[in-house]
């Protein structure tokens, strides 16, 4: 186990559970702000920073992104990944597609809030359904072979993107199999040393 992962999971889990009383008591909490997207980048951590212009052009952006959100609480609510089937989880991946390609087109990126910072968004609002796209877990899980650790820059993985459907089918199987919370998994394997990981 890695300890300075240990910690670096419990602070985070403080300020995502900050975020949800935060969002509670909005009176529609898929209206997203600014302050949604602050929230957002201190629970992920890393060393990105939103940089957007805060305008009217924003505040249109951002609502591209919640119309998302409704989509998923109008079709999910509080659905668990291992209850869903699986034309039921191919829909749920077409949504996090969608709303990651937000992030990538022109109209509607915001600086500094990509594809690992939208996990991080979609877990916050539907954390028993949507796991975070994080390297840590990636590698843990063996879904990014531990030698890709040794050749990307920072421990950065170029287009993480790419293995979040991935990420999503292994934590699924394990909730189902050893009857866990996605942040439970979340927490087994951010903490296990790399060095550790193992195929799932």
């Given at each position: 186990?890695?300890?300075?992962?240990?910690?670096?999971?419990?602070?985070?889990?403080?300020?995502?559970e900050?975020?949800?009383?935060?969002?509670?008591k909005?009176?529609?909490?898929?209206?997203?702000?600014?302050?949604?997207?602050?929230?957002?980048?201190?629970?992920?951590?890393?060393?990105?920073?939103?940089?957007?212009?805060?305008?009217?052009?924003?505040?249109?952006?951002?609502?591209?992104?919640?119309?998302?959100?409704i989509?998923?609480?109008n079709?999910?609510?509080d659905?668990?990944?291992?209850?869903?089937?699986?034309?039921?989880?191919?829909?749920?991946?077409?949504?996090?597609?969608k709303?990651?390609?937000?992030?990538?087109?022109?109209?509607?990126?915001?600086?500094?809030?990509?594809?690992?910072?939208?996990?991080?968004?979609?877990?916050?609002?539907?954390?028993?359904?949507?796991?975070?796209?994080?390297?840590?877990?990636?590698?843990?899980?063996g879904?990014v072979?531990?030698?890709d650790?040794?050749?990307?820059?920072?421990?950065?993985?170029?287009?993480?993107?790419?293995?979040?459907?991935?990420?999503?089918?292994?934590?699924?199987?394990?909730?189902?199999?050893?009857?866990?919370?996605?942040?439970?998994?979340?927490?087994?394997?951010?903490?296990?040393?790399?060095?550790?990981?193992q195929?799932?």
């Open positions: 186990m890695d300890k300075a992962a240990e910690t670096k999971w419990d602070k985070a889990a403080i300020s995502l900050n975020y949800k009383e935060y969002y509670k909005k009176t529609n909490k898929f209206d997203l702000t600014l302050i949604d997207l602050l929230y957002i980048s201190n629970f992920k951590g890393g060393n990105a920073t939103i940089n957007e212009k805060e305008d009217e052009k924003f505040d249109v952006k951002l609502q591209k992104y919640g119309e998302v959100l989509e998923i609480d079709i999910y609510k659905r668990n990944l291992a209850e869903i089937n699986d034309t039921e989880l191919e829909k749920l991946n077409e949504y996090i597609n709303i990651i390609k937000l992030s990538q087109e022109k109209e509607t990126a915001i600086d500094g809030f990509k594809s690992s910072y939208i996990s991080a968004l979609l877990h916050s609002y539907f954390p028993n359904l949507i796991p975070v796209l994080d390297r840590r877990i990636l590698f843990n899980l879904i072979d531990i030698e650790k040794k050749n990307a820059p920072n421990e950065q993985i170029k287009e993480i993107e790419q293995h979040y459907k991935e990420l999503i089918r292994k934590i699924r199987n394990i909730s189902k199999d050893e009857n866990k919370s996605i942040r439970d998994i979340d927490r087994d394997y951010f903490i296990m040393d790399i060095h550790d990981q195929s799932v």
